[in-house]
């Protein structure tokens, strides 16, 4: 997986994401992690555009490259490339890592699929 370094500014209620990489590909945010989900649905923006056109994705610098202004947080955002096609994975958890999964899937309202695929994208988005 490609990530990109980012850089994070702003205070609570209003953070800002750049690219030095990439001019132009911004994202916002009320929260840190917010702000960080959105520059991840940038970069995928970004990513589909450039395919759409034709034009080779710029490569992402090294983060220890990268110098941060005073004020702003240094960052790594995954390129997570949805491809609308499902496959199957096969799993062994822990019967309470299973539990959690089952009761926070009913309690949005989810299938477990769908809560597993959105928790592993959240985690990605947020650093982890």
Do not use: C, H
Not at 32 to 41: G, K, L, S, T
Not at 54 to 66: R, T
């Amino acid at each position: 997986m490609i990530r990109y370094p980012a850089l994070i500014d702003g205070k609570s209620g209003s953070y800002g994401v750049t690219f030095p990489d990439l001019a132009g590909i911004v994202a916002m945010g009320a929260s840190m992690d917010e702000a960080m989900i959105n520059a991840e649905e940038a970069l995928r923006d970004y990513a589909l555009e450039a395919e759409r056109d034709g034009v080779d994705l710029v490569q992402p610098s090294a983060i220890e490259s990268i110098k941060p202004e005073a004020g702003s947080a240094l960052v790594s955002i995954p390129l997570i490339r949805l491809s609308g096609r499902r496959v199957r994975a096969n799993l062994t958890l822990d019967e309470g890592v299973a539990d959690f999964i089952n009761s926070e899937a009913r309690r949005r309202r989810m299938t477990r699929t769908a809560y597993v695929e959105w928790m592993a994208r959240r985690i990605a988005q947020t650093g982890g």
